[in-house]
Each structure stands twice: as C-alpha cells, then as structure tokens.
C-alpha cells in the first residue's frame, strides 16, 4: 500500500510540473512580450525621430504609430493570457454557466431518445 500511494504521489508531482511548464511556455505570453518589448523601441524611436524622418514618410511619424499599436497588441495578448489562462493537462473544462430558459429538454433533437438529435446515427441505426 505504501508503494501505491508513493507512485500516486509522483505522478501527482509530474503532473503539477507539467502543467506549470505548461503555462510557463504559453505562446501568448512569448507573442504578448515580444510585441510589448519591439512596441517600446519602436516607440522610443518615434519619439527621437528627426523632421528628415518624418518628411520621408510623408509627414507621417510612421514609428510612433506602429510602435503604440505593437505595444496595444502585445498587451492584449498579455491581458488575453491573464483572463483565459491555461489548464492543466488532462483536466476537465469549466463548465460554462447555465443561459436564461436552456434547462434540460430546450436544445435541438430534445425531443430523442437517448440526448440524440434526429440524424445522428447511434447504435441499431440501420446503416453501416
């Protein structure tokens, strides 16, 4: 018994590092901070750039506009990743929360035996 619970132990350990390795590596915290950190230097660069600069861009200070909108999109991602974090591996998802008048018996095919909606094909169906 004693190995048992050992073994569950590590497994549980396992997992608890995966899944933090798992948010630790999320494409949208890379995507997120690489576009914070270019928006800022590009922002910086707007903000230094000379009259000759802005004359070549048609009056336009083209590195102050595209660093604000890197960094706008890179703090969405960040702001994305901080609302809808990632779960675990293998665990369930959260349930969405109940709508106004979708109880048991509203959707489509409600009226089926078994939850099947009318085309779907389960088992004794006829076809295979």
């Known amino acids: 018994m004693s190995e048992e ?3 569950r132990h590590e497994v549980e350990d ?15 915290r890379i995507i997120g901070g ?6 800022i230097i590009v922002l910086i660069a707007g ?5 000759a600069d802005v004359r070549k861009a048609s009056g ?4 102050l ?3 604000s909108c890197m960094l706008a999109v890179g703090l969405l991602f960040l702001l994305w990743m901080k609302l809808r974090p990632l779960s675990a591996p293998g665990a369930e998802p959260k349930p969405e929360p109940a709508r106004p ?3 048991p018996g509203t959707g489509p095919g409600a009226a089926e035996p078994g939850g099947q909606g009318p085309g779907s ?4 169906s006829g076809t295979g």
């Open 60 to 63: 336009i200070n083209i590195n």
């Open 101 to 103: 008048g979708g109880g």
């Open 5 to 7: 619970y050992e073994y």
């Open 14 to 28: 396992l997992q608890q590092k995966s899944a933090t390795a798992a948010r630790l590596f999320d494409v949208r």
């Open 34 to 39: 690489l576009f914070v950190i270019y928006g």
């Open 65 to 67: 506009w595209t660093g």
């Open 47 to 51: 903000f230094t750039a000379s009259d």
């Open 121 to 124: 094909r389960g088992p004794g």
